[in-house]
């Protein structure tokens, strides 16, 4: 074996490494250079071997990870994370470069999933489901690291312990002897700055190997079963690769695992380890990663800190600093800030400089970042937050190639994204459908078939400008976990389209309240699952016939109601769905007043939001079901109408419930504005008690009914003459609802009632403010800026002239 020169000794090759450091995927290319093995063992599931291939597909673009899942339990998961900076990723393509077998030597998934299923309490690496084996990438032992707490946020392989109670950072014990007081900057000054093949490839990994066989026999091996099982079984693999290829064996694992190796041990006391280990049947596949998820230091990521800054110096031939000052000139220009090269040139003076004066042999993250926030962001941090965000973590999303092994649902899914022309991306963006448009009806009904699989990738979001049912806003974010979600909704079928109808129907069965029926329902319109629709109907018909809290009524008409409006803009047939919300709205109409009676002020609240919600879903039915002939829902609105005058003047009914009724009725016309200052004056009135006045005005002017004041000043001077009566005693009980009130009034509103407070409400009656002398208001009407927006008016309304004066009048 050519490594049998300088540091290289005799035996395999261990190569300890640190997960996801570049200085250790330099030095490892460089000792595969020299040492030329012909087979390389590498730290990770053997049931993987066969996917070691597609790492040369030309489609293959890391960050990637094996993703390995039990198959009858997709949600027992775990990654094993791979960056183009990751040792083991070096390793991999090396070996395939060189047309030398490589192996992956960790415990098997098989074990390693079954493992923690009866270990809760496990919370090591990056999982996903209720319950968490552990990351075999991540070396940590969970009883040495609470959840939360990373060991080490740099170098999860070698934050191993000695004992259940004691914590030990291996890089954190290192630096503190060399006499630093940040691991990271110590590590990145002994090897991320250090040149690769300038005198023995092999010292780096024999020094490494010499620190953690101390730390090892200082702290011990901490006890963990887990990693002395693991190491057992690695070293089996290794024994097994030697009787292959004798010593021309390269092995690259955690440095922490190297003294393990190394160390001799029987076969027969390695295999009792591994003899009665749990075992589920496992799949393993790639799936995209982020460079997002290898920044975390818990729940999915792999711990490090700064993936791109990593990144770059792995990538960058030479003058790290000048490229990596370029590259934030660059995304300050994209973002419109005014960066010159003059400043690039000064950032890099300043992060060099710093370095020497901090006894640095070359600028690291802390001296760049500095020198950025002094030059480029004169001393603000934040537009240095988005430099943190776009390159220090960074937003890139790998990719496998199509022949990866995939479950079949994923592969229906990626069908649909290839089809409607969706891919997905790591960077959070927006994306504005038009459901007039095929491909954009399709990209809606896939995402909405996925988030009833419970696939998150996009969250629907208000439309800006339009409130039209063709249109919706999606905010899109692809996170390598859905991969997992993927593989778990592929148990309810083998198409999106198939799974979505499966598991709405099960959904329906199994939902709790009648609201989550009603809201199952829109999401099978919005889906379009025109076969899941029939159950889902026929559950809420029963529920909604034996629910008889009108709480639960109110609560689940508006959502039925809503998804009425998407029989125009998407096709479906919605008929069914109108009967039975009429059926809902009449026993809402009969069982609303007596529910309105004796609430306390909480329980008002939240009845006056159902009555504006019902308000809003009557007339949204009213017009679906139309007062044409057999539709039979034309009167609602009528109906409705009766059911809030018998709340608007009956006593037992809450005030805020009663002024809000009274607001209602205004709004649509059926109760005129005499009547309306009528009903406020016998509140006002000094007999009512003051906090029972203030919830009613709560509930007529509140939500933006600070305008029926503006433009009716014989309301405001009710409100105002009441006001300056209240009680002093009294006046601290009511202040928090009037605040409440009037602070969510627009600014205009708020100037306009002072300045008609002050002029003295009530002064002049009528429809408005027309006082001449006050602010914004003039004497009568000018004619002549009213007819300046009649050319809007009739391009918006599509009328002549004729027929736009015929409406005006």
């Known amino acids: 074996?050519?490594?049998?020169?300088?540091?290289?000794?005799?035996g395999p090759l261990l190569l300890g490494v640190r997960h996801h450091g570049p200085g250790s995927a330099r030095a490892v290319r460089a000792a595969l250079e020299a040492a030329g093995p012909r087979v390389v063992l590498i730290e990770g599931p053997p049931e993987a071997d066969v996917l070691i291939p597609l790492a040369a597909d030309e489609d293959m673009r890391p960050p990637v990870a094996l993703l390995g899942h039990a198959v009858d339990?997709?949600?027992?998961?775990?990654?094993?994370?791979?960056?183009?900076?990751?040792?083991?990723?070096?390793?991999?393509?090396?070996?395939?470069?060189?047309?030398?077998?490589?192996?992956?030597?960790?415990?098997?998934?098989?074990?390693?999933?079954?493992?923690?299923?009866?270990?809760?309490?496990?919370?090591?690496?990056?999982?996903?489901?209720?319950?968490?084996?552990?990351?075999?990438?991540?070396?940590?032992?969970?009883?040495?690291?609470p959840p939360g707490e990373s060991p080490s946020a740099s170098d999860p392989s070698a934050s191993d312990c000695s004992a259940p109670d004691i914590r030990v950072d291996p890089l954190a014990v290192l630096a503190e002897a060399a006499g630093y007081d940040d691991p990271e900057r110590w590590w990145e000054d002994v090897v991320e700055h250090r040149g690769v093949g300038e005198r023995d490839a092999f010292a780096p990994f024999t020094a490494l190997e010499?620190?953690?066989?101390?730390?090892?026999?200082?702290?011990?091996?901490?006890?963990?079963?887990?990693?002395?099982?693991?190491?057992?079984?690695?070293?089996?693999?290794?024994?097994?690769?030697?009787r292959e290829f004798e010593d021309d064996v390269a092995v690259v694992c955690g440095?922490?695992?190297?003294?393990?190796?190394?160390?001799?041990?029987?076969?027969?006391?390695?295999?009792?380890?591994?003899?009665?280990?749990?075992?589920?049947?496992?799949?393993?596949?790639?799936?995209?990663?982020?460079?997002?998820?290898?920044?975390?230091?818990?729940?999915?990521?792999?711990?490090?800190?700064?993936?791109?800054w990593y990144g770059h110096l792995f990538g960058a031939p030479d003058r790290p600093v000048e490229r990596w000052m370029t590259k934030v000139a660059g995304l300050f220009r994209e973002e419109d800030r005014i960066v010159s090269p003059a400043h690039v040139i000064e950032a890099v003076r300043l992060a060099e400089t710093l370095a020497v004066m901090r006894g640095r042999p070359l600028p690291g993250l802390g001296e760049t970042t500095d020198a950025v926030r002094a030059v480029m962001c004169e001393g603000s941090d934040v537009p240095l937050s988005l430099v943190h965000d776009r390159l220090v973590v960074g937003d890139v999303l790998g990719e496998v190639p199509p022949g990866a092994p995939a479950v079949p649902l994923q592969r229906d899914l990626d069908r649909s994204q290839r089809r409607l022309r969706i891919k997905p991306e790591a960077l959070e963006r927006e994306l504005e459908l038009d459901l007039r448009k095929e491909t954009d009806a399709g990209r809606s009904r896939l995402l909405h078939r996925l988030r009833l699989l419970g696939i998150e990738w996009g969250e629907p979001t208000a439309s800006r400008g339009?409130?039209?049912?063709?249109?919706?806003?999606?905010?899109?974010?692809?996170?390598?976990?859905?991969?997992?979600?993927?593989?778990?909704a592929g148990v309810w079928g083998t198409t999106v389209l198939a799974a979505a109808t499966a598991k709405a129907q099960a959904d329906a069965v199994g939902a709790q309240s009648l609201a989550d029926v009603t809201a199952l329902a829109e999401h099978c319109l919005l889906a379009e699952l025109p076969d899941a629709l029939p159950v889902v109907m026929k559950v809420l018909a029963d529920r909604a016939a034996l629910d008889t809290d009108v709480g639960h009524l109110a609560q689940a008409l508006p959502a039925l109601v809503r998804s009425l409006r998407y029989g125009d803009v998407r096709g479906t047939d919605t008929g069914a769905l109108t009967e039975v919300?009429?059926?809902?709205?009449?026993?809402?109409?009969?069982?609303?007043?007596?529910?309105?009676?004796?609430?306390?002020?909480?329980?008002?609240?939240?009845?006056?939001?159902?009555?504006?919600?019902?308000?809003?879903?009557?007339?949204?039915?009213?017009?679906?079901?139309?007062?044409?002939?057999?539709?039979?829902?034309?009167?609602?609105?009528?109906?409705?109408?009766?059911?809030?005058?018998?709340?608007?003047?009956?006593?037992?009914?809450?005030?805020?419930?009663?002024?809000?009724a009274v607001r209602l009725l205004l709004d649509e016309g059926e109760l005129g504005p005499d009547e309306a200052a009528r009903l406020m004056g016998l509140v006002l009135s000094p007999g009512t008690p003051p906090a029972?006045?203030?919830?009613?005005?709560?509930?007529?002017?509140?939500?933006?009914?600070?305008?029926?004041?503006?433009?009716?000043?014989r309301l405001l001077a009710l409100v105002d003459a009441w006001l300056t009566g209240v009680p002093a005693e009294a006046f601290t009980d009511v202040l928090p609802l009037l605040r409440r009130t009037f602070s969510s009034y627009e600014p205009g509103v708020r100037r306009t009632l002072g300045e008609l407070v002050r002029r003295g409400p009530g002064k002049q009656v009528g429809t408005a403010a027309t006082a001449a002398g006050i602010p914004g208001f003039g004497g009568e009407l000018d004619a002549g800026r009213a007819d300046a927006v009649v050319p809007v008016l009739r391009l918006l309304l599509g009328l002549d002239d004729n027929e736009l004066v015929g409406v005006a009048g």
């Open 1 to 10: 074996m050519a490594g049998t020169e300088g540091g290289r000794g005799v």
């Open 73 to 145: 339990e997709p949600g027992r998961s775990a990654f094993w994370p791979l960056a183009e900076f990751s040792p083991e990723w070096v390793a991999i393509r090396w070996a395939l470069e060189h047309g030398v077998p490589a192996r992956f030597i960790d415990l098997p998934a098989t074990h390693t999933l079954a493992w923690g299923k009866d270990d809760k309490a496990d919370a090591e690496g990056e999982l996903t489901g209720e319950e968490q084996p552990p990351d075999p990438t991540a070396e940590t032992p969970a009883a040495a690291t």
């Open 210 to 242: 010499e620190a953690m066989g101390a730390l090892r026999e200082t702290y011990g091996v901490g006890g963990h079963e887990r990693d002395l099982v693991r190491e057992a079984y690695m070293r089996l693999q290794v024994r097994a690769a030697q």
């Open 255 to 308: 440095a922490w695992h190297v003294p393990a190796l190394r160390q001799k041990a029987s076969v027969a006391a390695d295999r009792a380890l591994l003899k009665g280990l749990p075992k589920v049947k496992a799949d393993l596949t790639w799936v995209p990663w982020t460079h997002r998820r290898l920044s975390r230091a818990s729940g999915y990521g792999a711990g490090i800190d700064s993936p791109g």
């Open 466 to 488: 339009s409130t039209g049912t063709f249109r919706e806003t999606w905010r899109l974010r692809w996170e390598p976990e859905l991969a997992v979600r993927v593989a778990e």
């Open 581 to 660: 919300a009429a059926g809902l709205a009449e026993r809402v109409f009969v069982g609303l007043p007596p529910a309105c009676a004796a609430l306390d002020a909480d329980a008002a609240e939240e009845m006056r939001r159902h009555v504006d919600a019902v308000h809003g879903a009557v007339a949204l039915l009213g017009d679906a079901g139309g007062p044409g002939p057999g539709s039979g829902h034309g009167d609602l609105r009528d109906r409705w109408r009766s059911v809030l005058r018998t709340l608007s003047v009956r006593d037992t009914v809450p005030g805020v419930i009663r002024g809000r």
């Open 692 to 713: 029972d006045a203030a919830a009613w005005i709560e509930g007529f002017v509140g939500g933006g009914g600070g305008l029926l004041l503006v433009h009716d000043e």
